[in-house]
Each structure stands twice: as C-alpha cells, then as structure tokens.
C-alpha cells in the first residue's frame, strides 16, 4: 500500500464520489484526526483510493472542532443553462454546499439549496428520481432534523450518479463528482487557512484521488474532454497535484491557501460557463 493510497480526503469531497455498490466499504473508523487510522476509515476502496462515504465520514468531521461554518456558505443562485455538462458540474457543487449548510445547521440555506437540487434535476432529467429527495430535505429542514438531511443528500448524490450511469452518461456522473470536489475542497481550505496546523493541512494531501480525476477526464469522449470547463478542470487539478506532490514534508499555509485560490477560480469559472 502506498503512502497515498489512504489519505484522508477532504471531509467535504464527502458528497462527490459515489461508486457502484461492487466496490469495498473499510470499518467504521473511531480515531481522531491526530491518531487517525487510514485502514479503518469509512469509506469506499476503489483502484487503492478511498473515497468517504459522506453518512459515516459527518462522525469524523465532527471532530475537527468548530469552525464557522456560516463564514463558508456561498450563494446558489446560479444562471440558468442548458449546457448538460455545466448542469452536472453545478449539481456536484450545489450537493456539496448542501453538506456545507448542514453543518452550519442553517435552515433557510438548505431549504434554497433543496430548491435548487430541484431545478437542476429537472433541467438534467432526473426530476423523478431526485424529487423524493429533494422534498425529504425540504421537510426535515423544517424540523431541523439534520441527520435526516445528511442522509437525503448522501442519497441525492448516489441516486444523481447511478441514475446518469444507467444512462450511460457516465462523463456527466463524473462531473457530478469533480463539481463536489472542487466546492468541498474549497470550502475545507478556508477553515483550514483560518487556523491552520499541519494536522488539519494534511486533511487536504490526496493527490491519487486528484489522480484518478484527471484519469477520468483524459479517457472522456472528445466532445467533453474538449469543452471549455471540462480543460479548465484538468488545467487546474494538474496544478493541484503538482501542489500536492510536492508537499514532501507536508503543506505550507501558502500552498493550502493557493489549492484554494484554484478551487474558488474554476468553481467561478463553472458559474459563469455558459
């Protein structure tokens, strides 16, 4: 096993990366972030990376301590589009920043945001299968049952992922994911920026998992490893893995901060893609 086969991903890349139930589920971990055991984290293995799976990794989340998370919520409200891959990117986002605002137990955020998971199911095609989902979030918002709402979103991103792989969409799935990623990544360097330690730094240090999305995209067909974002993702995330491949003796306040400035840039860019 390699030094980076069991990083921990960024707590909130959580909502990004579903995999087809085939795939290992590791023990339910029990470890701080200090004694933090990589072959006992929640999650799923797949090809040697571990991918949390968002319901069990809240547990760990929880332990980082209490950051103000309403610092980090950002505005949902996006243009509307008819490009599909903009549409799948913006879904990852959109999910993402739903963790984001259960953790700031902010109720009026989750109900826009579950307004928004509507909107954007529907504009995709997958209003059916999301709306169960979305109203379940919507009603639990107003009970302030976040656990409930965790577990809508988890299962609003899974339902996403396997509903667009039926269809054979199965580069929209992954924009799906690095739409998540990138929202949660940004969103976890900016706590960590705020108080910064090497412990909380090497939340960030996963670079086979940055890996495996630019894998992803160079095995995409033409026309969506060719469109404007999708390049601009791939410009961006080699940047970040070279950030994190050079981290040999773990990560600078400088070097967390500029894998941020690369998450705000392209999570802008895919706001103002058309």
Known sequence: MTRTSFRFLTVLALASAFYPTSVLRAESAKATVQEFDPQAFPGQVVDDVVVPVPSEVFSVLD?????????????????????????????????????????AEDKEKVKDIGREVIDLATALGLIKAV???????????????????????????????????????VDLSQCVSMGGWLRGTASVTSVVGKNFSADRAELLNQPMLVEHFLATISKMGPSMKGHAIVSEISKGLTGILAKMEGAVDGFTKEAV????????????A???AK
Do not use: Y
């Not at 979305?134 to 992922?161: C, G, M, N, P, Y």
């Open 270 to 272: 895919i706001k103002a």
């Open 257 to 268: 901060s500029d894998i941020g400035r690369t998450c705000d840039d392209l999570l802008s």
């Open 63 to 103: 332990k980082l301590g209490e950051p103000n998370w309403r610092q980090e919520l950002r505005d949902v409200d996006f243009p509307k589009s008819s490009d599909r891959t903009k549409l799948a990117l913006m879904f990852g986002l959109v999910v993402a920043e739903g963790f984001v605002s259960v953790q």
């Open 131 to 169: 709306r169960p989902h979305a109203q379940a979030i919507l009603d639990a918002a107003d009970k302030e049952h976040w656990s409930a709402i965790r577990k809508e979103f988890d299962q609003t991103q899974k339902t996403v992922r396997d509903s667009m792989e039926q269809m054979k969409d």
